[in-house]
């Protein structure tokens, strides 16, 4: 690795660069509170509409992840040619009116369409924003700039499913998507005006002088999932994403059922001990994650591997833990089941900072909007497409048998995928073994 090191540019990453990181989580936490406050909407939704645990699991993932994955490519491809920091001032204000017309949707049908409008405006978000991370901070430090990135959208979860409870409670779910789109909206208009970094700024490998020629969208795309460590990586992430959003999505609504509380102490729990405690292990996961790394890079695949073991480790009592009392803050129980599921969160997210950052190391700069918009591709449709909607299938097929506590055994089942991403994780070490874990020229 010292052989390489003398190409890195002699530049360092200034507040400039801090102040965009902070803006793109920003942007990210809004998202994804989008995505989060469905799960403290499920029992007034099945109310108002009368539809069941299957269609709630549509809804909620499946009509929002079909259109994502369709527009995600097109979106990737688009990260690679424009300005990114423009395509994401207009992703934010399309996402704020297609979030409004959520609150405005008059039925069932018209929700789903609206939800539909949000994953077309928001496909762009993760895979510019990521492609941008790349150019603001060198590979030594970006584990921790990413995490820093993706921990948002974690401790955001404490206003979606907390406040957002609260929201939903006192003035209906309707309100609380009209409030969603405000922020966005000033996002937008500050994207506008932000400078655009270099492409390529901190590469380690030598740019040569002609780019790579440009192909189509289904060749590129062809290009990339040929290489071994990246599609290997890429499932990887998408298995363990269908496993860890099932559980976010569905989890207030199991504290609901098996757990005996109100909707409003479910999502506060939720929220605060799950966000804070995924918060914390993400920024936990990218700080080990560059710390390690200078030694070896190995510790970008080994990092998500010890965090899957441990989380499904802490995740299983905390599926199975009877309903007994730990403490009482105020007017709010709290089940000793939530050390587990603290654990459970802490651990969940190691994964994520460690593999985005090997993604953008193992595609060159001029393709890296499409890598992370395929990336991107299959972890939505695993986690937010096929997660929820397989969790409400599994327990209604379990209601005959399991009864109120079918959602407890259906979470069991939902997260044996991340066994499946452990062992493409090893592949992954194997076949980026071999190029140095970099992208060849």
Not at 301 to 325: E, Q
């Amino acid at each position: 690795m010292s052989a390489r090191e003398p190409t890195l540019p002699a530049t360092h990453a200034g507040w400039a660069s801090h102040g965009l990181l902070v803006l793109l989580a920003l942007v990210f936490a809004d998202n994804f509170v989008g995505r989060q406050i469905l799960a403290v909407m499920i029992e007034p939704l099945k109310a108002e509409f009368g539809v069941g645990d299957t269609a709630i699991g549509l809804i909620s993932g499946l009509a929002f992840a079909a259109v994502y994955a369709l527009m995600g490519l097109p979106a990737g491809r688009l990260v690679d040619r424009l300005p990114r920091t423009r395509l994401l001032a207009l992703s934010c204000l399309l996402w704020a009116l297609a979030t409004m017309a959520c609150g405005w949707a008059g039925s069932f049908i018209a929700l789903a369409i609206a939800r539909m409008l949000v994953a077309v405006s928001e496909s762009p978000t993760t895979s510019a924003s990521l492609s941008l991370i790349a150019d603001l901070y060198p590979p030594q430090r970006r584990s921790f700039a990413i995490s820093c990135f993706t921990a948002a959208p974690t401790f955001s979860s404490i206003i979606g499913l907390s406040v957002g409870a609260w929201v939903v409670e006192h003035y209906g779910w309707r309100s609380a998507f009209i409030a969603l789109g405000v922020p966005a909206l000033v996002f937008s208009m500050t994207l506008a005006w932000v400078r655009e970094p270099r492409r390529g700024r901190w590469d380690l490998t030598p740019q040569t002088h002609t780019p790579p020629p440009l192909l189509g969208m289904g060749a590129e795309a062809r290009a990339l999932w040929a290489l071994p460590a990246y599609r290997c990586l890429v499932l990887a992430g998408g298995l363990a994403t269908l496993s860890s959003y099932a559980v976010g999505m569905w989890n207030t609504s199991f504290l609901v059922r098996s757990h005996g509380l109100s909707l409003q102490h479910a999502g506060l729990l939720a929220g605060v001990i799950c966000g804070l405690s995924a918060g914390v292990g993400g920024l936990v996961s990218g700080g080990l994650s560059d710390r390690l790394c200078r030694r070896h890079p190995h510790w970008q695949v080994s990092i998500p591997m010890l965090g899957h073991g441990a989380a499904v480790c802490a995740l299983v009592p905390y599926l199975l833990w009877s309903d007994a009392l730990l403490i009482r803050v105020g007017d709010v129980p709290i089940p000793a089941a939530m050390l587990w599921c603290a654990l459970y969160a802490f651990f969940a997210v190691w994964w994520v900072a460690p593999s985005y950052n090997l993604v953008t190391q193992l595609v060159p700069p001029g393709r890296r909007g499409t890598a992370m918009a395929l990336q991107t591709i299959v972890s939505t449709l695993l986690g937010v497409g096929v997660g929820p909607l397989i969790t409400g299938v599994f327990s209604e097929l379990l209601l005959p048998m399991a009864g109120q506590e079918s959602l407890r055994y259906a979470l069991l089942l939902v997260n044996l995928p991340v066994i499946c991403a452990v062992l493409l994780l090893m592949r992954t070490a194997t076949h980026a073994a071999k190029t140095d874990y970099r992208h060849a020229v």
